[in-house]
């Protein structure tokens, strides 16, 4: 079964400061990799998505992410944190033991950006 | 397109009682899903569905149970709420194949508390 491992249930950093947000992965196929984003109150919206067409994948609002086979990872980074970025963060790997694996995703726990002024 | 709508925002249960969660989309989506998040825990995979008629268990599937008779709908049936049920529930819904299968839409959840 897949597994997903994000380093740090929290993380904080100062507002202009580098973002990195860890994500360690278990597949014994090539997996398909997300991140996704989950402002207060809201539903999970997707941040950038990795499908083996490029190892750094960029994304929505500076994020992007570099797959790393060797290291099982895919860090999700921004150089430069605003305050907007304030949320909780989740990597997830789909099963594609059953071809497209139809929608169904292992996220990590989750990990919960600050951003101080 | 309201996308994926989930009701209720907000409920409180009776340890013992039943109660459904309804979800809706409107983008024509073949694949809907569950999920229930908890502190510490991420989203966990509860029940998915591949097409009307067509259901199945995800990673949590005790306790709950599934149906979808149209494309559009995909309710979540707590059967004897517990204690252990208490968490934040999403409804999610996709499309096509390979990646696109997994880029999943999003209601804006369900809090459950049972007492």
């Known amino acids: 079964a897949q597994s997903v491992t994000q380093l740090g249930s929290h993380v904080s950093v100062s507002e202009g400061a580098l973002v990195l947000l860890r994500c360690n992965y278990s597949?014994?196929?090539?997996?398909?990799l997300f991140w996704y984003v989950q402002y207060p109150n809201q539903g999970l919206q997707l941040l950038l998505k990795y499908t083996s067409a490029a190892t750094l994948v960029k994304g929505i609002n500076g994020f992007e992410a570099e797959f790393k086979k060797s290291e099982t990872s895919f860090h999700l980074t921004k150089p430069s944190a605003h305050m907007s970025d304030a949320a909780e963060y989740f990597c997830a790997v789909s099963d594609l033991m059953w071809g497209t694996s139809y929608g169904k995703l292992t996220f990590g726990q989750g990990t919960i950006l600050t951003v101080h002024p | 397109n309201a996308g994926v709508t989930q009701t209720p925002k907000f409920q409180v249960l009776k340890t013992g009682q039943s109660m459904t969660l309804q979800c809706a989309q409107d983008?024509?989506?073949?694949?809907m899903s569950w999920y229930r998040q908890d502190p510490g825990m991420g989203l966990r995979l509860i029940h998915y569905s591949v097409g009307a008629g067509i259901t199945d268990q995800g990673e949590v599937p005790n306790g709950y149970n599934v149906s979808r008779s149209t494309t559009e709908d995909f309710p979540l049936r707590l059967l004897s709420a517990a204690p252990s049920q208490t968490s934040v529930y999403f409804c999610a819904s996709s499309y096509g194949t390979g990646t696109g299968a997994n880029v999943l839409t999003f209601g804006a959840g369900s809090r459950l508390t049972v007492l």
């Open positions: 983008m024509n989506h073949e694949y």
């Open positions: 597949s014994s196929v090539p997996p398909y």
